[in-house]
Every structure is written in structure tokens, then in C-alpha cells.
């Protein structure tokens, strides 16, 4: 039974069949081919049995694994290793197909390869998954010839494994190496000149040549008969909240991902830097109601805990009460602190309907109001218009991209900070902003 359900004919074995069949059909016009005909069934037959014994003469002539991390990064290239390891005393063409989870969409994977006896071989492929979530991979399955080709045996390995999604640490990763090299204008990040002298005190010192004459503490001069300086550091301990709507206006894709996993990859990766920075990073989501809150701390293991908190959020399906929010931060959020709301506003008339709480929200905090421009209508407003419906399609986009700026404009213009950005530069965006506050001083 087990020969049975491992034994895949190859396609080899059809062709040859296919000849003989050929042959035989031609013998009723040319005699000769019969005997010929029947010479080589019993040839293709016999090398089919012996390619059945060769190949299952080995209960373990193949090992193969996959080698799966422990969570995946959303919206990333992720390897997935394969090991093989060929223990026929010859060698074997190999074909790898894995079960892919569901969630891909993909049920052509294959991988050939040939591996001379007793090697090793080692490959990986890439996915690119574009929703948090669980992902199931099923049996990783390994068909082997030998030379002759005739049969191929099916070996089965790694039972069901579960892969976890998390929100893009590879991209968090990323800009915190960047930070740390002082390499972040290599994605956009701007470096901002300090104004004036907005941190905190740190201790005096005596003056030595290059420091700034403006920071002589007078009266410590005098006591000590020599120049003495104030030495400042950059302010620390600042809560900063990452605000995420989750109702409907984030379910809109962009290139495959959703705006709300936009705004999940943006938190996580900015956190990250204002934890860096000795700031505390905070977390809130909202939709009708108040769907998480993580309190701004800046403790080593926090970054872990709003990973946790962002890895199963999900967008509603209904519109979000602003004034619940509002009503929210005033109970729970006390202290001064940066606000990054991740929202969307594709009108003005749904603005305004929020403006209200965002004025609200902003006499206590410093607010970043953060929505997205529609990437595809750009591509639309660029492209020539051949008929009147192409001109008309071309002027109601050109409508909706100015209507996002007169947004923008009049959140300024109420004291409120705003971004209008690219999804795929949101992260970079939302960080420019953060180091423009720190320089100022404004937190």
C-alpha cells in the first residue's frame, strides 16, 4: 500500500508508451514493426520495475526539511529554507513542491533540482505575505527519480506548521539601523538644524575652546574665578501615542496592502525610534469604541508588548466616533504628549464633521494628523486623456488631490499639525516629523 501511494509514473513512461502505441499502429501497414514493437514494451516495462526497485529499495535515500522562522514580517520578502540531502548511492533529479498556506494564492510552486550522491543541497524561495494573521504551511513534498526516469517515489516531510505575521519588523529593523549609523537620509529622512537651546540641563562644566559662549553660567564663573559652561541633553521621557483608526476609511488597499497595515508597519518601526530616543511610546486604537490602549513607557520589553497589541487588529466596518476618542485621551492621557493619528479623510465634509475634536484634542496635545493620498489617481491624472470621458475621469481626480491639500491647509491653519503622504512613504514622513518636534523643542 505504501509502494502504491508514493509511486508517481513519470512523464517519460507516457512518451515511451505513446511510441509503442505509435508503433503498433503502424505495424498493420508495415509488418516488420510488430515484433519490434513488442521488443520494446517489454524493454519499457522491464526498466519500469527495475526503476521501482532501485527507488524503493531505500526506505530513507532522501531527507529533506524546511526550516521556518518563527513569525513572518507583514508586507516583506521572508526566505523559507529548504535542506535536502540525497543518500541514493546515485543520483537523483529532484522535485520540490511545498504547500503553500492559503493565504498566497499560489498552487504552482515547484523547485527541480539534481544532487549527486551523498550531497547536501540547500535553497530557499520568498514569500511576501500582505495580512497579519496565521499562516498554515502544509506537508513539504519531494518527488526523486532516478537516471532512468520512469518513476518518480513521493517522500512527505514536516508535518502542518503554523507561521505567525507580525507587523514589518524587517522594515523596523531597517530604520533603526539606519538611526544608529546617522544613514537615514539614504530613505529620505531629513536632518533637522536645532534651534535655540530646547533641552534640558544636565550639569556645568568648566569652558573649554568650541563651546558655545552664550551657555557661560555668569555666576558660577565668579565663584570659581574661571569660565564655566551650562551642558545641556536632549529632553527625554516624552510620551508619544500612536493613534490608529480602525474603521472603515482603512480598509482601502494600496499595492496589495491595506491602509490600517500601513499604519501598524509606520507605529512599529516609529516607536522603535522613540524608544531609541529615550522617549515613551504609547499605543491607542479606536473605531465606535476604544479598542486597545498600551500607556506610554519607555521600559526595555515595551516594544514587545505593542507588537503584541498590533499583531491581531482588524479594521470595522463602521465610521469612528471622534468624540469618544476625544473623551478618551482626556480621562487617560494626563500628561502633554505627541499624538500620530492614523486616519483618512477623502473629503472635506469629513473633516470637518471631526474638526471639532481635533481642535479639542490639540489644545492639550501636540497633534500630527496623518491621512493618505490616492496613489491611483496620481497615475491616472498622468496619463493623456484620449476621448471626453478620459478628460472628465482626469478632472474629478484632479478635484479629489486638491481637495486633500485644502485639508491640509485648513488643519494648519486651526493650530493642527497634519501629513498628507504617500503610503509607501509613511514611514519615513512620520519620522521627519517626529525629529522636526525633537529639534524645535516642541516636545
Do not use: C
Amino acid at each position: 500500500m505504501n509502494l502504491i501511494k508514493g509511486l508517481y509514473i513519470h512523464e517519460r513512461f507516457f512518451q515511451a508508451m505513446a511510441l509503442i502505441a505509435t508503433l503498433f499502429l503502424l505495424s498493420f501497414w508495415i509488418p516488420e514493426l510488430y515484433s519490434v514493437s513488442w521488443i520494446l514494451f517489454l524493454i519499457v516495462f522491464t526498466l519500469f520495475f527495475v526503476d521501482i526497485l532501485i527507488l524503493f529499495r531505500y526506505k530513507k535515500g532522501l531527507k529533506a526539511r524546511r526550516l521556518l522562522s518563527e513569525k513572518f514580517s507583514n508586507s516583506d520578502d521572508n526566505p523559507v529554507p529548504i535542506s535536502l540531502h540525497n543518500k541514493y548511492p546515485f543520483s537523483v533529479s529532484i522535485k520540490v513542491i511545498d504547500e503553500l498556506p492559503n493565504q498566497f494564492q499560489k498552487r504552482d510552486f515547484e523547485y527541480f533540482i539534481t544532487i549527486k550522491s551523498g550531497d547536501k543541497y540547500n535553497f530557499e524561495y520568498l514569500v511576501k505575505p500582505v495580512e497579519r494573521g496565521e499562516y498554515h504551511f502544509g506537508k513539504l513534498n519531494v518527488f526523486v527519480s532516478s537516471p532512468l526516469k520512469i518513476i518518480a517515489k513521493r517522500y512527505k516531510f514536516d508535518d502542518e506548521a503554523m507561521v505567525s505575521v507580525y507587523p514589518s519588523y524587517i522594515q523596523m529593523k531597517k530604520y533603526e539601523f539606519l538611526a544608529m549609523s546617522n544613514r537615514l537620509t539614504e530613505f529620505g529622512l531629513k536632518k533637522i538644524r536645532r534651534i535655540g537651546h530646547t533641552m534640558e540641563f544636565e550639569q556645568i562644566k568648566d569652558y573649554v575652546a568650541g563651546d558655545d559662549i552664550r551657555t557661560i553660567n555668569w555666576k558660577a564663573t565668579a565663584k570659581r574665578a574661571q569660565l564655566m559652561v551650562n551642558q545641556y541633553q536632549d529632553e527625554k521621557s516624552q510620551p508619544i501615542y500612536s493613534i490608529i483608526d480602525t474603521g472603515r476609511v482603512m480598509k482601502m488597499p494600496f499595492e496589495e496592502l491595506k491602509l490600517l497595515d500601513y499604519a501598524i508597519n509606520s507605529t512599529l518601526a516609529f516607536s522603535n525610534i522613540a524608544l531609541r530616543k529615550n522617549d515613551k511610546a504609547g499605543l491607542l486604537t479606536f473605531s465606535k469604541t476604544v479598542e486597545k490602549i498600551v500607556s506610554a513607557s519607555n521600559k526595555k520589553t515595551h516594544l514587545n508588548i505593542i507588537n503584541e497589541s498590533l499583531y491581531n487588529i482588524d479594521t470595522q466596518f463602521t465610521d469612528s466616533d471622534f468624540g469618544m476618542l476625544y473623551a478618551m485621551i482626556k480621562r487617560k492621557i494626563r500628561q502633554r504628549s505627541l499624538l500620530i493619528l492614523y486616519t483618512n479623510f477623502e473629503h472635506m465634509s469629513a473633516m470637518k464633521r471631526q474638526l471639532p475634536f481635533l481642535k479639542a484634542i490639540a489644545k492639550q496635545h501636540l497633534l500630527v494628523t496623518v491621512f493618505f493620498e490616492n496613489t491611483e489617481l496620481d497615475e491616472m491624472i498622468a496619463t493623456n486623456a484620449e476621448d471626453l470621458q478620459d478628460v472628465y475621469h482626469k478632472t474629478i481626480a484632479e478635484k479629489f488631490v486638491f481637495e486633500k491639500r485644502l485639508i491640509v491647509k485648513e488643519l494648519q491653519n486651526k493650530g493642527i499639525h497634519a501629513i498628507l503622504t504617500k503610503p509607501k512613504n509613511l514611514t519615513v514622513n512620520v519620522i521627519n516629523k517626529y525629529l522636526e518636534f525633537k529639534a524645535k523643542g516642541f516636545i
